[in-house]
């Protein structure tokens, strides 16, 4: 399976003509910010699940705290901290009415949690301290403060939850964490448990990691800028961290909860992650609408079946 992310409206008809006949793209995957506004008008809404219908995909719609993309350099007075955060902005409110009138025809909610624009966890625990500190304790620096994260998330969502409705999309390095910490009684892993039981999908949009065997690997297959390399990896000498072919979180994503990850850009589509990621025990793929995958995509189903 492969949910396509819609980047630009002015993309929305080409990307569903692109999808439409594909049976390998069962999802159509709405960002909040492509609208160039606070909250997404009711209308398109509205378009984008008769479109959806009409082509024969799922729907997923992200619905972000923020009224505005933060960018990963801005400083922490334009963040929102959700444990200090009382009620929606007046505009935010009203995009999750919007989204409400229609919840049924929408398959998942995205909550945008960890991005670095964001207001997740990703600004507590990561941001102003080291990837190395953060691997070497699991526990009090990224498990226990991310199930918080979730919590308080939820007070807001809860009718998206309830509905079975609500996706977080989040950081790779706390599942990895709990995944190695917990192998063998992952019916003691807390995360996996809270996601598990409150029936809550997961994107993780750097999920590749688990197919390289070492950075040289990694840097050779994941096309992007180079600070968003995984630290899973790019820290892999500095703490007590798995070994390829990672069996241990293999076996988490395969224990039952649905776990998405992102297809790796132009070369992780050449390379065939979109069936790799599934055999390593992710649900599915998340591959961006832009040209480049798109040539990608058109570059290894021209090539003869062997």
Same mark, same amino acid.
Request: hydrophobic fraction near 35%; glycine fraction near 4%.
């Given at each position: 399976?492969?949910?396509?992310?819609?980047?630009?409206?002015?993309?929305?008809?080409?990307?569903?003509?692109?999808?439409?006949?594909?049976?390998?793209?069962?999802?159509?995957?709405?960002?909040?910010?492509?609208?160039?506004?606070?909250?997404?008008?009711?209308?398109?809404?509205?378009?984008?699940?008769?479109?959806?219908?009409?082509?024969?995909?799922?729907?997923?719609?992200?619905?972000?705290?923020?009224?505005?993309?933060?960018?990963?350099?801005?400083?922490?007075?334009?963040?929102?901290?959700?444990?200090?955060?009382?009620?929606?902005?007046?505009?935010?409110?009203?995009?999750?009415?919007?989204?409400?009138?229609?919840?049924?025809?929408?398959?998942?909610?995205?909550?945008?949690?960890?991005?670095?624009?964001?207001?997740?966890?990703?600004?507590?625990?990561?941001?102003?301290?080291?990837? &190395?500190?953060?691997?070497?304790?699991? /526990?009090? +620096?990224?498990?226990?403060?991310?199930? @918080?994260?979730? $919590? %308080?998330?939820? =007070?807001?969502?809860?009718?998206?939850?309830?509905?079975?409705?609500?996706?977080?999309?989040?950081?790779?390095?706390?599942?990895?964490?709990?995944?190695?910490?917990?192998?063998?009684?992952?019916?003691?892993?807390?995360?996996?448990?809270?996601?598990? &039981?409150?029936?809550?999908?997961?994107? /993780?949009? +750097?999920?590749?990691?688990?197919?390289? @065997?070492?950075? $040289? %690997?990694?840097? =050779?297959?994941?096309?992007?800028?180079?600070?968003?390399?995984?630290?899973?990896?790019?820290?892999?000498?500095?703490?007590?961290?798995?070994?390829?072919?990672?069996?241990?979180?293999?076996?988490?994503?395969?224990?039952?909860?649905?776990?998405?990850?992102?297809?790796?850009?132009?070369?992780? /589509?050449? +390379?065939?992650?979109?069936?790799?990621?599934?055999?390593?025990?992710?649900?599915?793929?998340?591959?961006?609408?832009?040209?480049?995958?798109?040539?990608?995509?058109?570059?290894?189903?021209?090539?003869?079946?062997?």
């Amino acid at each position: 399976m492969i949910s396509m992310v819609l980047n630009s409206w002015d993309d929305f008809e080409p990307c569903c003509q692109f999808i439409k006949n594909k049976i390998e793209f069962t999802h159509l995957f709405i960002r909040c910010f492509i609208f160039k506004q606070e909250s997404l008008p009711f209308e398109l809404i509205d378009t984008a699940i008769e479109a959806s219908k009409k082509i024969g995909k799922k729907l997923w719609i992200e619905t972000p705290f923020l009224s505005k993309s933060v960018s990963i350099h801005s400083v922490d007075r334009d963040r929102i901290n959700i444990f200090e955060l009382k009620q929606l902005s007046s505009e935010r409110q009203q995009y999750f009415d919007n989204i409400r009138k229609r919840i049924d025809d929408i398959d998942r909610i995205v909550v945008s949690w960890s991005f670095c624009y964001e207001s997740g966890g990703y600004n507590r625990w990561a941001r102003h301290q080291s990837y &190395k500190n953060i691997l070497n304790h699991p /526990i009090k +620096r990224s498990i226990e403060p991310t199930l @918080k994260e979730f $919590e %308080e998330m939820l =007070k807001f969502v809860k009718d998206f939850q309830e509905a079975g409705k609500l996706a977080f999309s989040a950081i790779d390095v706390p599942f990895e964490r709990e995944a190695h910490y917990y192998q063998g009684r992952l019916n003691e892993a807390p995360l996996l448990n809270w996601l598990k &039981k409150h029936n809550v999908i997961n994107l /993780i949009n +750097r999920g590749t990691w688990v197919l390289d @065997k070492d950075m $040289e %690997e990694h840097n =050779k297959n994941y096309n992007v800028t180079l600070h968003a390399r995984s630290p899973i990896l790019v820290y892999a000498d500095q703490y007590d961290s798995g070994t390829y072919p990672y069996k241990y979180y293999q076996d988490y994503l395969k224990a039952g909860v649905e776990f998405w990850s992102g297809i790796g850009y132009n070369t992780g /589509i050449l +390379r065939g992650n979109h069936k790799n990621l599934v055999e390593a025990g992710y649900a599915g793929s998340i591959m961006h609408f832009e040209e480049i995958n798109v040539t990608a995509w058109n570059t290894i189903n021209s090539q003869p079946k062997s």
